[in-house]
């Protein structure tokens, strides 16, 4: 029978034809089955002897396929004989039938060249890149190339520097919404919490709670109390008996004139925004050992903003800026529509009190001789003409008081003593008539005046005249024990 030279690695199903007879390959077995029509079984021989295995011979030509005859007994096998050249490549056999759909993978992304992420679609399909970026250490969203970033703060970047899109991160949740911060083993060392229940936002430090913003968009600085409802920023310390600094306002400038500013600013009703107080802190002089400073308040009034009241770096009162009046001046109101001002206080000056070195005879109308002097404010008491001669206008209270008495040989019987005005002439008078039954020692008159007159400050001028009369000769005494003449000003 011919040798037949069948395809190698052949396919499930591939047909081979040579001399007209059609081989199908079966995969199944690894066998070549025969597909073409077959002839009539012929009739059996007889079985003839088994002969000796002959040797090899050289393969013949392929001959016609004869008809299968009975299967004989295995021979013995033979030697592997040297592999053939490769047969020329069959004719492609026919298409088999799809098969059923396999189970579904899961997707992969792999070779992203620009580092999006991929997002995905219906089923395994994927339908494009999104605009979450990553690299090697970072997380953009809808970021450009990240230039002008800083190094530290670079690990989420959301939006970029030429983004004019608004962006943000929102936290849903309706208990509490947290941003932790955490070193080594400490999973709180900071946090910012928002509480949806009680509607506060509080920002911790060290795990200890530093500010609180509450429902009424009060500020609470180191504590949880508020002043009132309407405390608006409440800075609160525990430090008992000392005293803290809860609340600095910092200016590093080093020039002079640097300060600090507390501002009432609102809106009038035309709805113009203005500044309606300050309070100013100043570093007037920052030289070093030599600083200076001033406490300045401004109010608005008739639209205009201006400094009212200054605390100067040596407590000094100033009005209306600087204005710290002069030594001696009083403040003065001016009612309720107007500022005060620096006004010289009212006084008693000129006043003067003078009295009598020694007694003086008087026979007749004399002036009194206070020679000496107590006091003289303003210098207008002459100890030489004895007049009270006053510099400033104004109504002034004078007074004298003295007593007389007559000399050895004469017995008081009568005395005067009254007060004589330059333009007014005796404007206060006393006249006494004493017993006259007494001896000199003891009759006795006392004298006394007081009145409120007008001067004008320049020419006009006082002084006191007294009057003395004996029954037995002798002469009237003005004694000088208790005498005085005095004057002041009114205060007005």
Not at 188 to 211: C, D, K, P, W
Not at 223 to 230: C, K, M, P, R, S
Not at 249 to 275: F, W, Y
Request: hydrophobic share 30%; glycine share 16%.
């Amino acid at each position: 029978m011919a040798a037949f030279n069948f395809p190698s690695s052949p396919n499930n199903g591939d047909n081979y034809t040579a001399n007209g007879v059609t081989w199908t390959y079966n995969s199944s077995n690894g066998a070549w089955s025969r597909t073409s029509a077959v002839g009539a079984q012929g009739a059996t021989g007889p079985t003839g002897a088994q002969g000796a295995a002959g040797a090899q011979g050289a393969a013949g030509a392929q001959g016609a396929t004869g008809s299968t005859g009975p299967t004989g007994n295995t021979g013995a096998q033979g030697a592997t004989g040297s592999t053939g050249a490769q047969g020329a490549q069959g004719h492609q056999g026919a298409t088999g039938s799809t098969g059923s759909q396999g189970a579904t993978g899961s997707a992969t992304i792999s070779n992203n060249a620009d580092n999006r992420v991929i997002t995905g679609g219906s089923g395994t399909n994927l339908t494009g890149e999104s605009n979450v970026t990553v690299d090697s250490s970072r997380l953009f969203i809808r970021a450009g190339s990240g230039s002008g970033l800083s190094s530290n703060a670079d690990d989420l970047v959301i939006g970029a520097n030429d983004d004019s899109t608004a962006r943000g991160i929102t936290i849903a949740s309706t208990t509490n919404g947290n941003i932790r911060f955490m070193d080594g083993s400490d999973s709180s060392t900071g946090m910012i919490e928002y509480n949806h229940s009680s509607n506060f936002m509080r920002v911790y430090v060290e795990q200890g709670e530093a500010l609180r913003i509450n429902s009424n968009r009060a500020v609470m600085v180191g504590g949880t109390l508020q002043a009132g409802t309407d405390g608006g920023l409440n800075v609160e310390v525990t430090d008992s008996g000392n005293h803290g600094v809860p609340l600095a306002l910092i200016n590093q400038g080093t020039a002079d004139n640097s300060g600090v500013i507390i501002s009432h600013r609102g809106k009038d009703d035309a709805g113009n925004q203005e500044d309606y107080c300050y309070i100013k802190m100043v570093a007037d002089d920052t030289g070093s050992g030599s600083e200076d400073s001033s406490m300045r308040l401004w109010t608005i009034g008739g639209g205009t903003l201006g400094e009212r009241l200054r605390i100067g770096s040596s407590g000094q009162i100033g009005l209306g800026g600087a204005n710290y009046g002069s030594s001696g001046q009083v403040l003065t109101s001016q009612g309720s529509s107007s500022a005060p001002t620096w006004a010289t206080p009212a006084t008693n000056s000129p006043a003067f009190s003078a009295k009598m070195s020694s007694y003086q005879n008087c026979s007749g109308g004399n002036v009194v001789q206070f020679n000496q002097e107590y006091f003289d404010t303003n210098g207008c008491y002459d100890t030489s003409t004895y007049r009270f001669t006053p510099n400033v206008a104004g109504n002034y209270l004078i007074t004298f008081t003295f007593y007389m008495y007559g000399s050895s040989s004469g017995i008081l019987a009568g005395s005067n003593g009254e007060i004589i005005h330059s333009n007014y002439g005796a404007i206060a008078k006393f006249w006494i008539d004493p017993m006259q039954n007494l001896s000199n020692q003891l009759n006795r008159s006392g004298n006394s005046g007081s009145v409120i007159i007008p001067f004008n400050g320049s020419s006009e001028y006082v002084y006191v005249n007294a009057y003395g009369l004996t029954t037995t000769g002798g002469t009237p005494r003005i004694d000088n024990n208790g005498a005085n003449f005095s004057g002041m000003k009114l205060a007005s």
